[in-house]
């Protein structure tokens, strides 16, 4: 990676957060930019090494074409992980692409989700959008398409020996360590070249919620199961958790829990272990770095 190199990241959802905290932690950390809302003390919520040169968090309006070009102003990569659960996930990217075209910014990463083409799911269909348009947009780029993150799953609930769940437990899912994900970023950056125009999937390990529950419980010396409820039972937890931003998101995630009690998410990990050159972390290995520290 060329440390004179500058990323922005466009959102800052918690895939942004991880991958500034590792970069942080190089030795060979490209200046980072970070476009961030005008919302009070959210800078106060970022490392006190981004306050400084060489590195920066910028007030943008994403909704703004000529803001988001002047924040893009001499980047070489951007990080685009869109908005979540957002009716406007996919203008806002487009957005994005065409402010990186007016910004000659060298690489767009965006992170996309497994299988865009299962159009079923409102947030699957938004990303495909965005997906298009940057394919078409004549920017180098590499699209990244996770399946569900193991971090999705709330350990400290584990550990008291359930794991609530609004689908059929028995039915498998991809999945993926963020740790893995970070480290096939920083690859594309290292070599941006060799990853121009590709679309990975990022597929670790296919597994049901059931076996989870057992690796977990093997880990942790004690029984975990499965609190499997009814999807709208599940969504009013959601609610009461302060989880659900809007009656858009609500309803797409209505949408998602019955797609997943029907077909589940799977995929084949097989790029993701030629990206990494070595195996992928499994949800035993992370469940083991996770709950033993």
């Not at 991958?19 to 809302?37: G, K, M």
């Not at 009690?261 to 995929?267: A, F, I, Y």
Request: hydrophobic share 45%.
């Amino acid at each position: 990676m060329n440390s004179k190199s500058t990323i922005a990241f466009t959102t800052v959802g918690r895939t942004s957060r991880y991958a500034i905290s590792h970069f942080l932690a190089s030795s060979d950390c490209p200046n980072i930019r970070v476009l961030i809302p005008s919302t009070a003390n959210i800078r106060e919520t970022f490392p006190a090494k981004l306050r400084s040169s060489p590195h920066s968090l910028l007030v943008v309006n994403r909704s703004d074409g000529n803001s988001l070009v002047a924040a893009l102003s001499g980047v070489d990569f951007i990080l685009h992980d869109g908005l979540a659960v957002h009716p406007r996930e996919e203008a806002m990217g487009a957005l994005m692409v065409e402010a990186a075209r007016a910004a000659k910014v060298r690489h767009f990463i965006f992170i996309s989700v497994l299988h865009p083409l299962r159009i079923k799911l409102p947030t699957h269909k938004l990303k495909l959008g965005i997906e298009e348009y940057i394919v078409e947009s004549r920017l180098d780029y590499t699209i990244l398409q996770p399946p569900h993150f193991m971090q999705n799953v709330d350990l400290d609930i584990a550990q008291k020996g359930q794991l609530p769940i609004g689908f059929s437990s028995t039915i498998e899912h991809g999945f993926l360590d963020m740790l893995d994900l970070i480290t096939v970023i920083l690859k594309i950056i290292s070599n941006p070249s060799a990853h121009a125009m590709a679309r990975y999937e990022l597929v670790a390990e296919n597994i049901c919620y059931e076996k989870i529950a057992g690796v977990l419980g093997d880990v942790l010396g004690r029984e975990v199961k499965c609190n499997v409820m009814p999807a709208k039972q599940f969504l009013a937890r959601m609610n009461d958790l302060g989880e659900i931003k809007s009656e858009y998101a609500e309803d797409a995630i209505l949408r998602l829990m019955q797609y997943y009690d029907r077909w589940g998410l799977v995929g084949n990990p097989n790029i993701l272990q030629w990206l990494l050159e070595r195996e992928p972390v499994t949800w035993e290995t992370y469940a083991r770095r996770e709950l033993k520290q």
